[in-house]
């Protein structure tokens, strides 16, 4: 299975909702990461898991706060968003190790929308 | 982190062979160059990853000079399902991944 699952697909929410991204793997990756990609625009990492434990975070505003409840799952809780936000999320997940054969596998995104 | 320097579009007739070249001047030592696809509303797919000389899978070719300050992927035959974006990437193969895509070339196949 080399597959990176996202829900749901799509998501509106208003600017005082609290809502939360999901994602999972099952390829016993132990890195993994969340991305915003915005129209026309490359994806830009957010945030980076390694063994569970958040490694990487990019400045990202704290209305965005990642959880990693265990080695298959990957969270993104949203709150007080602004329309700005308005994007699709990636996650994605690779190995963490000294592996010559690198390679994100990325799930299908989130497509969100702020109101 | 390498900045990476791609063409922002390329159009290229089907059955052709599409080269994307994609710059990256301070590659350090440790650096492999990965370029991934990315078509629209879903997430990048892997297409390749190289260290150095050539490179070749079932998809794809990456060919990379010695001195490794630039690298070119190269399509064979691309049909109109090629059509996508093409990023390269440059970083360090093992870990996790701090990665960051340039903006990417947006290849156009044209009947």
């Known amino acids: 299975d080399t597959e990176v699952t996202q829900t749901p697909k799509h998501l509106v929410m208003g600017m005082t909702n609290k809502k939360s991204l999901k994602c999972e793997q099952h390829m016993g990756h132990r890195a993994m990461y969340w991305y915003k990609q915005k129209a026309k625009k490359p994806p830009e990492l957010m945030f980076v898991?390694?063994?569970?434990?958040?490694?990487i975070n990019e400045s990202v505003p704290s209305r965005f706060s990642p959880e990693c409840p265990n080695s298959s799952l990957l969270n993104l809780h949203l709150h007080a968003l602004q329309p700005e936000d308005s994007a699709l999320y990636l996650c994605?997940?690779?190995?963490?190790?000294?592996?010559?054969?690198?390679?994100?596998?990325f799930g299908p995104g989130t497509r969100l929308t702020v109101t | 982190l390498a900045k990476t320097t791609q063409p922002i579009s390329m159009d290229s007739y089907e059955g052709q062979e599409v080269n994307i070249t994609c710059s990256h001047n301070n590659i350090a030592t440790n650096d492999y160059i990965t370029w991934y696809q990315q078509f629209p509303s879903q997430g990048p797919r892997f297409i390749i990853q190289?260290?150095?000389t050539k490179v070749t899978n079932e998809v794809a070719s990456l060919f990379i000079p010695a001195d490794r300050k630039s690298s070119t992927l190269s399509l064979p035959r691309v049909s109109l399902s090629d059509t996508a974006v093409y990023y390269c990437?440059?970083?360090?193969?093992?870990?996790?991944?701090?990665?960051?895509f340039g903006i990417g070339t947006k290849l156009q196949v044209i009947p």
């Open positions: 898991y390694s063994y569970e434990k958040l490694s």
């Open positions: 994605a997940s690779s190995q963490d190790g000294r592996d010559s054969n690198y390679e994100q596998y």
């Open positions: 990437l440059v970083g360090a193969p093992w870990g996790y991944q701090k990665v960051t």
């Open positions: 190289g260290y150095k």
